[in-house]
């Protein structure tokens, strides 16, 4: 249902991009984001959209990450500059009808993608 694409090997201060293209029908679909997961930690969510485009971030990523939706497309974006071996992460898309939903417990999840920021 959700497919997420774009993890890699990367430089310290490198970008990358991630996308998740989504299935389900779109007029169900509020609330997109992403959440990754350390190792030895807890999933935690860092960035989310809704539909109105208003988004939001984990303050780990607040001025280096930018999320965004291509409704034609059915995707969400996630634009990663500046980053840090801290960020090593594998990354997962999630999506839910409510924001609310996103962010207690997303009703849809991606595949997780590998992100390894080497310094």
């Known amino acids: 249902q959700l497919q997420a694409s774009g993890g890699g090997l990367v430089q310290s201060g490198g970008s990358l991009r991630l996308a998740c293209a989504y299935s389900e029908s779109a007029s169900r679909i509020n609330a997109m984001g992403w959440y990754r997961q350390a190792t030895g930690k807890e999933r935690e969510l860092i960035a989310g959209i809704i539909r109105t485009d208003t988004t939001n971030y984990a303050d780990s990523v607040k001025g280096r990450f930018t999320i965004s939706r291509d409704y034609a497309k059915n995707t969400v974006s996630l634009e990663m500059n500046g980053l840090k071996p801290e960020d090593t992460a594998v990354y997962y898309c999630?999506?839910?009808?409510?924001?609310?939903?996103?962010?207690?417990?997303?009703?849809?999840w991606g595949q997780g993608t590998l992100v390894t920021v080497s310094s």
């Open positions: 999630a999506a839910d009808e409510s924001p609310l939903g996103l962010i207690r417990s997303p009703a849809y």
